[in-house]
Each structure stands twice: as structure tokens, then as C-alpha cells.
């Protein structure tokens, strides 16, 4: 007579709780993916930000140093007989030109630039990519004479918006005598009262519009009274 064997089964998983285990790793995934787009996010909106502010902090500090030395030429050279000493212009289009002669050409911080400089900012848009280009150019003045080559680099390039103001002499400071285009004949320091620079990124959907505006006042010339 043959002997029964018992055969054992071991229990394994059902359905329910593999469906239960593959839904709560769905969920603790999707929370992990969540957060790190959102560190993510929040480091390209960090990054976004330093870029402006180190962007507008460089222009600022560079036209602040180079306004507080603005040089009238007293004798002038043939060529610079039509020259301008101090000059903004606006087109409707938005081009800004700014030009004017410094002691203190402060974007090299090379010792020779302590020199007189021909000065020239351009801002416009590239027709072909429609980005934004801030040019600066300088020329190097040997007294009261352009010696040297007009040099060029562009010094801010992308998707931002730049708006220039000028406040004459004796204006109260209210904001219709801010004007976007003036020209000063006589010495710059005593016609001109402050520049306002107004800078503009606009924003996507993931990052949002950042806006910088300053203004630099325009030291006095000593033993010469205000003038028109």
C-alpha cells in the first residue's frame, strides 16, 4: 500500500497587494520627481536673478565712475570740432546713443585709462535675432585730441530692454523734465544734473519679470554755477 505525501505550499502575494505596493511607489516617485523639479526651478530662478543683478551692478558701477569724471575739452582738434560734449539720443525705435569724454574710463581698470577717453554706449536691437546688444566703444585722448582708434565690445547681450534719462540743471526732479535725448555744449557738470538708467528682462512662464532702475547724480563742477 503507497503512502500519501502532504504537499505544502508556501503563500505567496496576491494581486491586490501588488497593485497596492506598485501605487504607493507610484506616489513616493512622483513626490521625488516633484521635488526636484522644484529645486531645479528654484535654481535657474536663483541663477536667473544673479545674472541680472550682476549685470545691472556692472553697468551702474561702470557709468557711475565714468560720470563722476566727466572732462569738457577746452581746445579741440579738427576732427573734434563738431564733437558734443555730452549727448543723449533716443529713436523711437528704442536705439539709445550716449557719448561723452571722462577721466575715468572704469570697464578695463588699466592704469592708462586715467587719461582723457571718448566714451560712446549703443544700445539696439540685432534685426536678425531681435536680441538686445549694449555696445561700448572709447578712444583714447592725448589733452584735449583723439590720438587713437575707436574701440568696440559689446558689453550686454540678450532678451532685456534699456532706457536712459537725463535731468538738466535746476530742474526740480519731477518726472516730465526727465528727458531722453539731450545735448550739453558747455561744460557736461553744469547743465546736467543726474542720469536714470531704467533696466528690463521680461519673463516666461517659468520665470517672472525682473526689473532694475537707478539713478546717478552728477558731481558739481567746483567755481562754476549751474547753467543751462
Avoid at 541680472?52 to 579741440?76: G, K, V
Avoid at 547743465?191 to 547724480?217: D, E, M, Y
Amino acid at each position: 500500500m503507497k503512502s500519501r505525501t502532504k504537499k505544502t505550499y508556501k503563500n505567496g502575494f496576491t494581486l491586490i497587494e501588488i497593485l497596492l505596493v506598485l501605487l504607493i511607489s507610484s506616489i513616493l516617485l512622483l513626490g521625488i520627481d516633484t521635488a526636484y523639479r522644484q529645486a531645479i526651478l528654484l535654481s535657474q530662478k536663483a541663477e536667473y536673478k544673479r545674472v541680472i543683478s550682476d549685470n545691472a551692478r556692472l553697468l551702474t558701477e561702470t557709468l557711475r565712475e565714468e560720470l563722476a569724471s566727466l572732462y569738457f575739452p577746452t581746445r579741440l582738434g579738427e576732427s573734434e570740432k563738431k564733437q558734443i560734449p555730452f549727448q543723449l539720443a533716443s529713436d523711437p525705435n528704442g536705439s539709445i546713443l550716449l557719448s561723452f569724454y571722462t577721466l575715468n574710463g572704469s570697464w578695463r581698470k588699466q592704469a592708462y585709462l586715467s587719461k582723457p577717453l571718448k566714451i560712446k554706449y549703443y544700445f539696439y536691437k540685432n534685426p536678425d535675432n531681435k536680441k538686445s546688444i549694449l555696445k561700448r566703444s572709447e578712444q583714447y585722448c592725448s589733452g584735449e585730441k583723439i590720438i587713437a582708434p575707436e574701440l568696440s565690445e559689446n558689453i550686454l547681450t540678450g532678451n532685456f530692454q534699456l532706457k536712459l534719462f537725463a535731468l538738466k540743471q535746476q530742474s526740480d526732479g519731477s518726472e516730465q523734465d526727465w528727458q531722453s535725448s539731450l545735448k550739453c555744449a558747455k561744460e557736461p557738470r553744469t547743465c546736467l544734473q543726474a542720469v536714470k538708467i531704467h533696466l528690463n528682462w521680461p519673463g516666461n512662464r517659468k520665470l517672472a519679470a525682473s526689473s532694475f532702475q537707478t539713478i546717478i547724480k552728477i558731481p558739481a563742477q567746483t567755481g562754476c554755477p549751474p547753467g543751462n
